[in-house]
């Protein structure tokens, strides 16, 4: 088995640092809704002035790195205790050459690791075998503003008038992007999961996140009120970064899992417009980037 | 675009109105969550006993505190290790984006009333303790822009010292130079708030989305 530390380094790298095209593609096509002269569009600017520097120096595109999410998808064969280990070598190595903040603090004792290595739980691996010989390392960095107004209803929820059907799903997603206002780092992009437990439902708000913008959902229901409730949000006029304006939302991701018949959970990941996510994939002798 | 000097007196903070864009100059502190908590705990409510070297920073803050501005920072810092032969620390601001302002809506006002600070930088706006506060120091909240870390980091021309970092680098505050930082009032010293407008009107339209179906 190959040793990918320096892969993975690089993935880390490009992850901080390198806007995904589809993000930006979006985020230049914002600009041009905001009126000339606004706070709104003054921030968009800015943000894409940012983007290009951060990509040109190799420097962090947010200065909160996040939490470091890798997917990995491997093949028959591999060890995941050795891909773990080369995993949190290289994210040691990518805080000392400062492509990451050190963001590994001990919840009991508020002691930071300055590595970014925390116990098994930071950072977040979650792996998968699958067929065929590809592996392929997914990577996102989800910053702590933008995590800590993510928001879980249960349905249904009489503060908002919201019963357990797709009508329900959509109110209670409206009242999360009002309630966030600028404070996730609007214009965001939304992960809605429906159904699961607490956790399950979480997670699957994360993972939907790993989805291209502009993908259309396979699900035709889902896909028409994923399309709705990007449209519905930006009525809400908090704009970029909260100042006001017609860019709140830049897209919404929606899931479906399986529920107890007792519970019916919405869980809405709200992700902040520096939505870094990359992915590698090894093939043969092979290293291929997004 | 105006510009103002840091520090920064009563009259200038006056001036200063809501959606106003200015640029910064001069020398500023980064602090966040820990260090709130700490000074409002050690020397403002004065619930803890000070430790190791709480008074020896306490000492050497209020003099770059008085008129001066507070960023709620967590910054990327390169040269964490120490130059051979010298042994010289050479940090330098990589990366320095605002964070989230409103988990010190708690501490605020107080620690801007204790220290006399004239401005405080962060993103996502304050509540309206803070919006009080601002009226009586009287001080203002400068807005800038999240996530754009390494565009803001050019403005930070010198790292001149840094206090606590044993909170952490994110958390330690971090005595800086800066020139030309761009940022918007987004609460001024008169009772106005960007916030609380667009707070208002956002839900007046939540209300009739909800209506509806």
Same mark, same amino acid.
Request: proline share 0%.
């Given at each position: 088995m190959p040793d990918l530390t320096d892969e993975i380094l690089e993935l880390i790298r490009r992850t901080s640092s390198d806007l995904p095209a589809d993000v930006e593609k979006r985020l230049r096509a914002s600009v041009e809704k905001e009126a000339p002269g606004s706070a709104a569009r003054g921030a968009l600017e800015t943000i894409l002035k940012n983007v290009e520097l951060s990509r040109q120096n190799s420097t962090p595109i947010c200065q909160d790195t996040g939490t470091p999410i890798f997917y990995v998808k491997y093949p028959e064969g591999w060890s995941t205790r050795k891909l773990r280990a080369q995993i949190r070598t290289a994210l040691a190595e990518a805080t000392k050459r400062s492509y990451m903040r050190p963001n590994a603090v001990d919840a009991i004792y508020d002691k930071n690791s300055g590595n970014n290595l925390g116990g098994d739980d930071f950072p977040y691996i979650h792996f998968d075998e699958v067929e065929g010989d590809e592996l392929t390392i997914e990577l996102m960095l989800k910053g702590g503003g933008c995590e800590n107004i993510g928001a879980q209803y249960s349905l249904p929820d009489s503060r908002v008038g919201a019963g357990r059907d797709l009508a329900g799903v959509r109110k209670v997603v409206l009242d999360a992007v009002q309630k966030a206002q600028g404070q996730g780092c609007a214009p965001g992009i939304l992960g809605v999961a429906i159904g699961g437990d607490r956790g399950s439902s979480y997670l699957a708000s994360k993972e939907v996140l790993f989805e291209k913008m502009g993908s259309l959902n396979a699900d035709p229901k889902l896909a028409a009120l994923e399309t709705q409730l990007a449209e519905e949000a930006n009525t809400l006029g908090i704009g970029p970064m909260g100042f006001g304006g017609q860019t709140t939302v830049l897209d919404t991701k929606i899931t479906g899992l399986s529920r107890l018949p007792a519970s019916y959970f919405v869980s809405v990941s709200y992700m902040c417009w520096a939505y870094r996510r990359r992915k590698m994939v090894v093939r043969e002798n092979e290293v291929i980037y997004d | 675009m105006r510009e103002v000097a840091i520090p920064i007196s009563d009259d200038v903070i006056k001036s200063l109105k809501v959606g106003e864009p200015v640029t910064l100059t001069g020398v500023m502190v980064t602090g966040r969550d820990t260090v709130h908590k700490w000074l409002v705990e050690t020397f403002i409510k004065k619930t803890r006993a000070p430790q190791g070297d709480d008074l020896q920073v306490y000492e050497a803050l209020k003099p770059l505190l008085a008129g001066g501005v507070i960023y709620h920072c967590g910054p990327v810092v390169s040269g964490m290790e120490a130059k051979p032969p010298t042994g010289t620390m050479e940090y330098k601001f990589v990366a320095a984006g605002p964070t989230t302002s409103i988990r010190e809506e708690p501490y605020q006002a107080d620690v801007m009333k204790h220290f006399n600070i004239k401005g405080v930088i962060g993103k996502g706006g304050m509540g309206p303790k803070t919006l009080k506060g601002c009226q009586e120091v009287p001080f203002v909240y400068f807005h800038a822009i999240g996530g754009a870390a390494s565009y803001i980091a050019?403005? &930070?021309?010198? &790292?001149l010292d840094v206090y606590k970092l044993d909170f952490g680098v994110p958390e330690a505050l971090w005595v800086i130079e800066v020139k030309d930082f761009p940022v918007v009032v987004t609460m001024d010293a008169h009772g106005q708030s960007l916030h609380a407008v667009v707070e208002e009107q956002s839900n007046k339209v939540l209300q009739e989305l909800l209506a509806k179906a």
């Open positions: - | 050019q403005s &930070v021309t010198k &790292v």
